[in-house]
């Protein structure tokens, strides 16, 4: 079955039209992509491999889980459902930021602050191969390699000083 998603305007609102993953979004629409970066409470952040086999950033890293809502779903709650889908991590999500890429995309970023047992993260078929777990220093060294998935965080890159004070008291 079709992967539907709601057609939002540049502004964020719906625009009463149904999308379908794979095909063209049409001018002047978009569609709804979250990001979550995890960060566990002894200060260590979550790393997951995409699989060789994706289209976009084969074999990368990224921050925690990323993904696009589907129709009738919420930013907030699709940022739930693709933490607990990609990483088996089920914890509530701070806000971050909402940014476009001006083409069809608008993003909405969130904070995860968990306590988990890290060795119960799991890895979905076909999105996610491996993770890490990584120490603030290391973490912000490893975000700098090729092994990171770049484009990504370019988005996040102005509010690295938020994502290093989150959890933190």
Do not use: N
């Amino acid at each position: 079955m079709a992967e539907l998603w709601d057609a939002y305007l540049a502004d964020g609102r719906k625009a009463g039209r149904t999308l379908t993953r794979g095909e063209d979004i049409p001018a002047g629409l978009y569609h709804i992509v979250v990001d979550v970066l995890v960060k566990h409470k002894d200060g260590d952040y979550l790393v997951m491999q995409r699989d060789f086999r994706k289209k976009i950033y084969p074999g990368k890293f990224e921050a925690g889980a990323s993904g696009a809502i589907l129709k009738d779903e919420t930013p907030y709650d699709g940022a739930l459902r693709e933490l607990r889908e990609e990483t088996g991590v089920a914890a509530p999500l701070a806000f971050l930021f909402a940014a476009s890429d001006l083409r069809d995309t608008l993003y909405f970023s969130y904070l995860c602050l968990t306590d988990c047992a890290k060795d119960i993260i799991i890895l979905q078929e076909g999105e996610t191969i491996a993770y890490r777990w990584l120490d603030e220093a290391a973490f912000f060294d490893f975000i700098q390699t090729d092994a990171f998935a770049q484009d990504p965080l370019t988005r996040w890159r102005p509010h690295m000083d938020t994502v290093r004070a989150f959890g933190k008291t």
